[in-house]
């Protein structure tokens, strides 16, 4: 048999059953907001949250990254990053920072199997998560790297810690 490439409308695709949220904390580029979108519709993220920054979504570069997925994926831009932390807190989620942090574990050695509802904390492009951020979070988690550079894009960083994060808790 030939292979052919399947598009979207001829593939079959199960829905995540895992409760996953983002919190970006301080990210401020347009396009990482768009890729995390995205990502977002991709892997069947439930929510978006935008802390701690004013980011433009009708931003021609926004909109480019996002291929319309803000249309229907869940999103909300707050600048009461506690209030959003304490609301998470409060419904069961378990907060897991995406930081290199003197206490953070290999997102590899990482078990979610007993966690039923994550909200996965990036930070800020430049600065990472703020300190504030950090210490309310229940654990923090850094993916292993090999190369010289310590740090990867945010929106690639968070669509390898979040298929991992989901994949090992079904």
């Given at each position: 048999?030939?292979?052919?490439?399947?598009?979207?409308?001829?593939?079959?695709?199960?829905?995540?059953?895992?409760?996953?949220?983002?919190?970006?904390?301080?990210?401020?580029?347009?396009?990482?907001?768009?890729?995390?979108?995205?990502?977002?519709?991709?892997?069947?993220?439930?929510?978006?949250?935008?802390?701690?920054?004013?980011?433009?979504?009708?931003?021609?570069?926004?909109?480019?990254?996002?291929?319309?997925?803000?249309?229907?994926?869940?999103?909300?831009?707050?600048?009461?990053?506690?209030?959003?932390?304490?609301?998470?807190?409060?419904?069961?989620?378990?907060?897991?920072?995406?930081?290199?942090?003197?206490?953070?574990?290999?997102?590899?050695?990482?078990?979610?199997?007993?966690?039923?509802?994550?909200?996965?904390?990036?930070?800020?492009?430049?600065?990472?998560?703020?300190?504030?951020?950090?210490?309310?979070?229940n654990d923090t988690i850094f993916i292993p790297m090999h190369g010289k550079n310590s740090s990867m894009n945010v929106a690639q960083a968070a669509a390898?810690?979040?298929?991992?994060?989901?994949?090992?808790?079904?």
């Open positions: 048999m030939k292979t052919k490439q399947l598009s979207h409308d001829n593939t079959q695709i199960e829905p995540n059953t895992f409760h996953l949220v983002l919190v970006c904390d301080g990210i401020t580029s347009p396009a990482n907001a768009g890729g995390l979108m995205r990502l977002a519709d991709a892997l069947g993220i439930y929510h978006v949250y935008f802390c701690n920054s004013k980011i433009n979504f009708e931003s021609s570069r926004f909109k480019r990254t996002a291929r319309s997925t803000e249309m229907y994926v869940p999103y909300t831009q707050t600048l009461d990053t506690q209030a959003l932390i304490e609301k998470l807190v409060a419904t069961n989620y378990k907060l897991i920072g995406l930081e290199l942090t003197n206490t953070s574990l290999p997102l590899t050695a990482y078990k979610t199997e007993e966690i039923t509802k994550i909200a996965l904390v990036l930070g800020n492009e430049r600065n990472g998560i703020s300190q504030e951020v950090l210490d309310k979070l390898i810690a979040a298929y991992n994060l989901i994949n090992n808790a079904l």
